[in-house]
């Protein structure tokens, strides 16, 4: 919106520059010569116009003139900003149909890169410094800015050069017939010309070569549209491929001048791109030849009848009968060339014969799973003349959302070459396996789909559509049908019955500690817990004597588990009692001799008897272990025996405790 408001503003030369300034300040950018570029851009897109910057030296040397043309340049000149002039690749796979050669323009010449995102696009940075072309005003329908002139002097060999070259710019379609007729011009001068004469003209006309001239109103043959979104070239339109034709005294210095210029403003970048090698003597052999099929029969005329000629093959498996006839006839694939002597030398000009069109794809067959579909079908990194698609559209793509069998057919040259794919739309498979689900205790389900599909594949390696399991654990299911795929799962979590235990059945504490009790389960949300001290937590931490019994409750199972606990809180040993007398006659009453006490857990502790002698008959530190009245595997007789006892309790304060007394053993 900007660049179009500043036409006709009457602040936009003050504008232009104060742009152009801060764009020069920034850009710095070295010269970079044009065997580096082609080597870096090699790896761009197929489908793109490939840009660079080099030297106009090295474009008129090496990229402009023939190879084997023999022609002599000198004198090579350049006129305009530093970065109007450029070279470009990758050209046939644009509407150029031209592979490479030499950019220049009224802006920068990267700036013809695709895609055209930019109806309006101007390249600020060339300034209104730039001035016109004296040649070009004579020709334009007004004053011309931002001129670039390249210029050179060559001898030729014939009396005639030809070079291809296309117009295009920005100023298409909208500003035709409004003055802003932006213009090429290709001046001659030298012996047999008078002064400087233009021979970049309308075919059959002697009018320039500029927007008036050439568009979508006149001269339409020529003209090529190229809409906003198209994506390998930026102008807005262009011509076909024109041939400018010299003529020429051989072996004379002439003068050549390419002249490229904005007009009456300069705004709307405009760009001519001449063909790589194009710069060269004429034949009447024409431009490469494309053939539609094989059983050809076609002749290649050097022209030039005045002049002994050579014909050769690229192919050496390719014999020609005449070799130094001007006229020959080929009937196969191949580059052929024909050296023409002159008075000055020969010069070297070639032709290839091709087939017309390599078979196209414009892809496989494809199937979109769901419910919509986008699918882009294009013939990659090709371009040709024209295009018919099945819905009679006539663009390089078609775009399609629903199914169908669509078709391409591409002409290029007079020959023509179909392709067509069928776009399927398959609906992904339904499959629903239901919520999570939690059961209780042991269980036998069936789970899967009613959906009808190709393939079934479960996670348990099942491949039917409807499974037995008896197990927790997530399930998951992969339903196939054709090709799309669909998925689901779903977790099956068993809850078992279970069992409490909150320690030993008797416990003794400490008249000063406290002891926690614990469950164990701690899911509040889905166990209720119950303790007979009235708590609901999952533990409880106690100091009395008593039982302590709980009741947990599975809330989503109804299972129930209890669990009970007897304290005991004690102070120092605790009660601790010593039988007097004991009968050890294997009725399992009063068999054995040992302290009993209301505790069970000693620090220390040392059980010991003795005879009337002081002999001692029995000794033991386990509290559980007692006398059975044997020595030596003997029955003791029936006597008064003396024991002692050495005892510590977890609750003792101080020494160890000693007790002694006397029991008798009674048979």
């Known amino acids: 919106m900007l660049i179009i408001s500043l036409r006709g503003c009457i602040f936009k030369k003050n504008l232009i520059y104060f742009v152009n300034d801060i764009i020069k300040f920034l850009r710095k ?5 044009l065997l580096i570029i082609t080597i870096l851009l090699q790896q761009i897109a197929k489908s793109q116009l490939i840009v660079g910057e080099t030297d106009p030296i090295i474009l008129v040397s090496n990229v402009l003139v023939g190879k084997g043309q023999n022609i002599k340049i000198s004198n090579i000149q350049y006129t305009g900003y530093n970065r109007a002039s450029g070279f470009f690749e990758n ?17 920068v010449a990267i700036g013809a890169k695709g895609p055209n995102n930019n109806p309006s696009k101007t390249s600020f940075e060339t300034g209104s410094n730039m001035p ?12 011309t800015f931002d001129a670039v002139i390249l210029q050179f002097d060559f001898v030729p060999q014939t009396e005639e050069i030809v070079f291809n070259y296309v117009f295009a710019s920005e100023e298409y379609l909208e500003y035709v017939d409004q003055n802003f007729s932006d213009i090429f011009g290709f001046f001659i001068s030298g012996p047999g010309i ?43 339109g262009l011509t076909k491929i024109l041939t400018a034709t010299l003529k020429l005294v051989p072996c004379q210095t002439y003068t050549i001048k390419l002249a490229v210029a904005d007009v009456n403003d300069r705004l709307l970048d405009t760009y001519v791109f001449i063909e790589s090698g194009s710069f060269k003597h004429k034949t009447n052999m024409g431009r490469d030849t494309f053939i539609c099929k094989d059983g050809f029969d076609v002749e290649l005329d050097a022209g030039n009848y005045t002049r002994k000629v050579k014909w050769t093959c690229k192919d050496p498996k390719i014999t020609i009968t005449d070799d130094t006839a001007h006229k020959i006839r080929v009937n196969a694939y191949g580059e052929y060339c024909v050296e023409v002597f002159t008075d000055c030398g020969s010069f070297i000009n070639c032709k290839k014969i091709l087939p017309g069109v390599a078979n196209i794809s414009i892809g496989n067959d494809t199937l979109f799973c769901g419910d919509t579909l986008s699918k882009t079908l294009t013939v990659a990194n090709r371009v040709f003349d024209s295009y018919l698609w099945s819905d009679s559209s006539t663009d390089p793509e078609l775009v399609v959302n629903k199914k169908g069998l669509y078709w391409l057919e591409v002409n290029n040259g007079g020959c023509i070459k179909r392709d067509s794919v069928f776009i399927d739309l398959q609906p992904l498979p339904k499959i629903d396996l239901g919520n999570d689900t939690i059961v209780c205790g042991d269980f036998d389900l069936i789970i899967g789909t009613n959906t009808i599909a190709d393939r079934y594949l479960w996670n348990t390696g099942d491949t039917l559509s409807r499974i037995h399991i008896n197990k927790g654990g997530k399930y998951i299911l992969k339903v196939e049908e054709r090709t799309c795929k669909a998925i689901d799962s779903i977790i099956v979590t068993k809850r078992n019955k279970f069992n409490l235990n909150i320690g030993s059945p008797r416990t003794e504490i400490c008249n000063n500690d406290t002891l926690t009790l614990r469950t164990g389960i701690y899911d509040t949300l889905n166990f209720i817990t119950k303790w007979n001290n009235g708590s609901s937590n999952p533990s409880i931490t106690i100091n009395q004597t008593g039982r302590y019994t709980v009741w947990v409750k599975d809330k989503l199972c109804n299972f129930i588990a209890y669990d009970s606990m007897d304290v005991d809180v004690y102070k120092g040993l605790g009660n601790v009692w010593v039988p007097n007398a004991f009968t050890p006659d294997n009725n399992l009453l009063n068999d054995v001799f040992k302290p009993v006490s209301d505790i069970s857990t000693f620090n220390y502790y040392k059980f010991a008897i003795f005879d009337r002698w002081g002999q001692k008959i029995f000794e033991s530190t386990n509290p559980q272990s007692g006398w059975d009245g044997f020595i030596n595997n003997k029955l003791s007789p029936n006597d008064v025996y003396i024991w002692t006892l050495y005892i510590k309790s977890n609750c003792s304060n101080g020494n160890i405790n000693f007790l002694k007394g006397v029991v008798h053993l009674v048979r």
Not at 29 to 33: C, D, E, F, G
Not at 94 to 104: P, S
Not at 132 to 143: C, N, R
């Open 194 to 236: 008078s002064g400087e004469q233009n021979v970049a003209l309308v075919p059959g006309t002697n009018l320039p070569v500029c927007i008036d001239n050439i568009n979508h109103l006149r001269n339409t043959s020529y003209f090529i549209n190229n809409p906003n979104g198209e994506k390998t070239l930026q102008a807005d």
């Open 91 to 107: 050209g046939k796979s644009t509407k150029l149909n031209m592979e490479a050669g030499i950019i220049l323009s009224s802006g």
């Open 29 to 33: 950018l070295p010269k970079i010569s």
């Open 132 to 143: 016109g072309s004296a040649l070009l005003d004579v020709f334009a329908v007004g004053k």
